[in-house]
């Protein structure tokens, strides 16, 4: 082999050693992103969670309120047939 081939391919694997560098930085980027993607989903979830539960404590206290205002009502009316 002559060394126009050698420096040739000493060139080569430069390269790809560089490239093989590269690589390994955006794996350990790559991961990174994956572990916040992950820690992302479960503020997500748990927030949804929040979300629907704050939702059945609403409707549940909507339901509370009606039927107070319903006693209210009947409580009026009597009063009001016993004053006529």
Same mark, same amino acid.
């Given at each position: 082999?002559?060394?126009?081939?050698?420096?040739?391919?000493?060139?080569?694997?430069?390269?790809? +050693?560089?490239?093989?560098?590269?690589?390994?930085?955006? +794996?350990?980027?790559?991961?990174?992103?994956?572990?916040?993607? +992950?820690?992302?989903?479960?503020?997500?979830?748990?927030?949804?969670?929040?979300?629907?539960?704050?939702?059945?404590?609403?409707?549940?206290?909507?339901?509370?309120?009606?039927?107070?205002?319903?006693?209210?009502?009947?409580?009026?009316?009597?009063?009001?047939?016993?004053?006529?």
């Amino acid at each position: 082999m002559d060394n126009e081939t050698k420096k040739m391919f000493e060139i080569l694997i430069n390269k790809l +050693d560089n490239i093989d560098g590269r690589l390994t930085g955006m +794996d350990e980027r790559l991961t990174g992103i994956e572990t916040r993607q +992950d820690e992302i989903f479960s503020v997500v979830n748990a927030i949804e969670h929040s979300s629907t539960t704050h939702k059945a404590e609403i409707d549940n206290m909507t339901h509370k309120i009606a039927h107070t205002e319903g006693i209210i009502n009947k409580i009026g009316n009597v009063i009001t047939e016993r004053s006529a």
